[in-house]
């Protein structure tokens, strides 16, 4: 009873608490990940791997790395995808865009994006490659990043320098991380070709507040190292 | 009481023994812990009335929650700040306008906004469809679900076919010898020159099949999908000439195995159960609602 008591003090502390603060307070912070772990293993691993290690077959990204598709990796940021999910028909879902599937007749729906075709789609890859520094023809990635930048609309998403963007989810091109697939040519032409949307559940009908943020603080303690905050 | 003084500690401990005593206080132990649970989950349980706002909510509005997780969000929406980096004003800005929303659409609801606004309706529809496709959303199937149903469903699951066609018009009279230089070996160009051709440009370079099919119509398409590499199709009589389908480059469609196709099937297996549910919760809907509907309506 005693013990039951603590714990509902302690949650309602960590409730009150600025999310972002927690992980500076180590007690509160250890009390929730304690709580977060089976919860991740529970709820998250089947997606992201029981160590949040990720999958890139899946598409599930890789919680231990400071890569982070949605928000800068803080409590807050990891907090809101838990609660509202990705593209999880949740009206407060992350849900501001997709990748589109480029080789196929209408792939920007009522944006009036047109179709590539197999070479428009090899000279985008040859550009990406170059953006990397990885071996391209040069050619090829002189019209890509025609293409990028104008018909194919990537910029969009992606911004003018490949970086990405994180407040819509679009990842960063330049950085060797991939969020689907090794990277090879193969595995980026079968993004470009037929697109992405990946999904990550709304958990605010299944978790409790208490659940959600201990989660969040369990996901927050796998990432190695973050960058600096995000702006303010 | 008399008894009290002849009860010795190792009579309590003794459960072979009948203790009145431990009875009592084991009862009344038995009775406060009884009243505690009933009074926590009294004054815990979902809409219960109360003057403490829980700690995962900022405010409370007729018993509404506004929650404290919305609340950042709408802090860093607005402002662009986290909570630590926010002013009393903007933290005081931001709650009020949660609580003003709040108490419009608790009005709303008393006037019954959804019965006259054609807006609120169609959100109001929208939002129940979005409920109901999220619950699917957080069961994630099997891999033995996903299999099974990609074995269903496997012809869906191929890439695109790519092909590399050229359109050629010749006189009417010569394209039947042109098609014989083509299947010859002779480059087109040569042939096109030879014969008094050209090229019609319906197509260009590599294309996969659906951009072929656009550009060439169904007709030609299917003519030039089922030839091969190096392929001349028979001359086709048009008002501006003899075409010849000359294909360079033919790749049809290969079928993907299940790990290549898996997140594609994961998202047909999703909208699937989402239209089960959609039509499951609609024909709930109507079995238990009372419709009565005009004679004149009536088939």
Known sequence: ??????????????????????????????????????????????????????????????????????????????????????????????????????ATP????????????????????????????????????????????????????????????????????????????????AAIFQSIAHGRQGVCPAWIKTLSPAQIREVALYVHSLSKGRATAKGR | MAFQSSITASEWRDIQKVSPQRSLVLMALGAVVGLGVAGYALFTAKGTSTLVVPPEDVALVNQQPISRSDFLIQLQTL????????????????????IREELFVQRGKELDVAGIDPDVRTAMVNAVEQEIAADAMTTQPSDDKLRAFYQAHQDRYASEGTITVRDLVFPKDRATEAANALKAGAPADAVLARFDGHDSRR?????????????????????????????????????????????????????????????????????????????????????????????????
């Open chain 1, 1 to 102: 009873m005693a013990l039951f008591v603590r714990d509902k003090a302690v949650e309602a502390r960590l409730l009150r608490a600025d999310p972002d603060a927690i992980a500076a307070d180590a007690g509160l912070n250890r009390f929730a990940i304690r709580r977060g772990a089976p919860i991740f293993r529970a709820r998250c691993a089947s997606c992201h791997g029981d160590h949040g290690e990720g999958d890139p077959n899946r598409g599930a990204p890789d919680l231990t790395d400071q890569d982070w598709l949605y928000g800068a990796g803080e409590v807050s940021d990891i907090e809101r995808v838990v609660d509202y999910g990705i593209r999880a028909h949740n009206p407060k879902s992350w849900n501001l865009a997709v990748m589109p599937a480029l």
């Open chain 1, 106 to 185: 209408n792939p920007g729906g009522e944006k009036g994006l047109q179709p590539l075709s197999p070479g428009d789609i090899d000279d985008v890859i040859d550009f990406l490659m170059q953006v990397e520094n990885r071996p391209h023809d040069a050619a090829g990635a002189a019209r890509g990043g025609v293409i990028y930048s104008t018909r194919g609309a990537c910029y969009d998403c992606h911004g003018a320098d490949a970086g990405g963007d994180a407040a819509i989810g679009a990842p960063n091109l330049t950085d060797r991380i991939w969020l689907y697939g090794d990277g090879s040519r």
């Open chain 2, 79 to 98: 402002f662009g700040v986290d909570l630590a980096h926010s002013t009393v004003a903007e933290r005081q800005k931001v709650l009020n306008d949660m």
């Open chain 2, 203 to 299: 197509t260009k370079d590599k294309e996969f099949y659906f951009a072929a099919k656009i550009h060439l119509g169904d007709r030609d398409f299917a003519i030039a999908r089922a030839l091969p590499n190096g392929g001349v199709s028979a001359p086709l009589r048009e008002s501006d000439g003899s075409h010849l389908l000359y294909v360079l480059n033919n790749k049809p469609p290969v079928p993907m195995d299940f790990a290549q196709a898996r997140q594609q099937v994961l998202t047909d297996y999703r909208d699937n159960a989402i239209s089960r549910l959609r039509s499951g919760d609609e024909a709930f809907f109507r079995k238990r609602a009372n419709i009565l509907i005009a004679q004149d309506l009536k088939r």
